[in-house]
């Protein structure tokens, strides 16, 4: 074979290796094509996903606490809601479907009236049975063979239904009751889907309250009754000081123009509840000295004068101001507790946590309770007490001026 064959063999299969390589080229880059269009019908796909598995989420979230799902003809949508949620395939149309299914007969129930006899948990707490009236979605109603009538929630999970207990107005249970019989057609309606209910629940005790509130309900009890004790003590005290009436302080003057020094003493001595007059009683202890000297005797005295009258007030204060923070530790220590449980079981059941964070609020409510009379009647005290001080500067104004007058020989 010759050279100038070899080369045109050569230059042939070069020729077809650089079309093979375009080719190559060409299918790389549509591979890059569909590739990248795969992964956007991926992401497509994964959004579908998402957003199937948030509506189904939110159609378990819709059957709980609901007096539809308690229904025999809707008792078993909660379990296939559930079994689709914890499935891992890719929701088809069959989910779809159960979804669709859902809403539709939950806008269809919501319309309607159902009235059957059926099996509910009593106000005695056992299961009975009577007849039950579903009013939509909102409110479910139980007759007992008794006559007893009354209203129905659902429990957390929507598959039974739970007389509620506590009282209400009378004329509900009147117009149940008429409603029931077919002699009426007014009917009271929950527009809140239970919330109404809290305020027919039992009331607790005193100290049912103070228990679930713990060791520290106890302490904020205890600084209420020790401040409203001294409240009652100051109010007293008080109550029997009075500021000096125009009449005293003019006979005062009178005897001090007249340098009746000594019966004026005996006077004001004589006149011991009004804090003024024990001011000036000991002011004219120092008749004859300068004018100095009466002004800082009678500051004296009112310093004197006004830690009597403040006792106890400084610390209604402190009182006021401790309790809503005993409170509010309380209310941290079962937050503490309640998250803790939350760790250990999770947030399964709404209602128990609610619970739980109700109790810690508990001691702050309580703590605020006592700290905001604590802090009112402090006020109160104190106004007395500035009352009282106020009188007693301006009635010693007004004596050391009559002094004066009457030791520089001018008259009135």
């Known amino acids: ?51 199937v598995r948030n509506i189904v989420k939110d159609a378990i979230s819709v059957s709980r606490d ?26 088809g149309m069959d989910w779809i479907k159960v979804l669709v299914e859902f809403y539709f007969s939950e806008m269809e129930e919501t319309g309607k009236i159902v009235r059957r006899t059926g099996e509910f948990v009593g106000p005695d707490g056992r299961q009975t049975t009577g007849e039950i009236i579903r009013l939509g979605r909102m409110t479910s109603y139980f007759k007992l063979n008794d006559g007893t009538v009354g209203f129905l929630k659902p429990e957390s999970d929507g598959q039974r239904l739970v007389a509620v207990t506590g009282e209400g107005d009378g004329w509900m249970y ?17 527009l809140s889907a239970g919330a109404a209910f809290v305020q027919m629940t039992k009331s607790l005790s005193f100290s049912e309250w103070m228990e679930q509130g713990g ?4 302490g904020i009890a205890a600084l209420g009754v020790l401040g409203f004790l001294l409240f009652i003590e100051r109010i007293i005290v008080l109550g029997t000081k009075s500021k000096a009436s125009d009449k005293i302080m003019g006979q005062i003057k009178d005897m001090i123009t007249k340098s ?7 006077f004001c001595s004589s006149k011991s509840r009004i804090p003024t007059c024990q001011m ?17 005797a009678l500051q004296e005295a009112i310093l004197r ?14 009182f006021a101001a401790i309790s809503p923070l005993m409170g509010l530790l309380g209310t941290v220590s079962g937050m503490i507790q309640t998250f803790q449980i939350i760790t250990e079981v999770g947030t399964g059941d709404p209602g128990q946590l609610a619970g739980g964070i109700s109790v810690a609020l508990l001691t702050t409510y309580f703590g605020l309770c006592v700290a905001i009379p ?27 001026i009559t002094m004066l007058k009457q030791q520089s020989g001018v008259a009135e």
Request: net charge negative.
């Open 66 to 91: 609901n007096p539809i799902t308690a229904d025999p003809e809707y008792n078993n949508r909660a379990k296939v809601l559930g079994e689709i949620a914890e499935s891992k395939r890719f929701p």
């Open 374 to 400: 604590l802090m009112i009647v402090h006020h109160f005290l104190k106004s007395q007490v500035d009352k009282i001080v106020v009188d007693m500067q301006e009635k010693g104004t007004a004596f050391a």
């Open 174 to 190: 009147s117009d149940i009751k008429d409603y029931f019989d077919k002699k009426s057609d007014i009917l009271p309606v929950d």
């Open 260 to 266: 009746n020094f000594t019966e004026a003493k005996a």
């Open 280 to 296: 000036l009683d000991s002011a004219l202890e120092h008749v004859g000295h300068s004018q100095e000297v009466i002004d800082s």
């Open 1 to 51: 074979m010759s050279l100038l064959t070899l080369k045109q063999k050569n230059k042939k299969k070069v020729l077809r290796l650089i079309a093979w390589k375009k080719k190559y080229e060409a299918l790389r880059k549509e591979e890059a094509e569909r590739e990248k269009d795969l992964e956007n019908e991926r992401s497509e796909i994964q959004a579908i996903e998402d957003n």
């Open 305 to 318: 004068q006004v830690p009597k009258l403040e006792r106890f007030i400084p610390t209604l204060a402190l």
């Open 215 to 218: 060791i520290l309900m106890y």
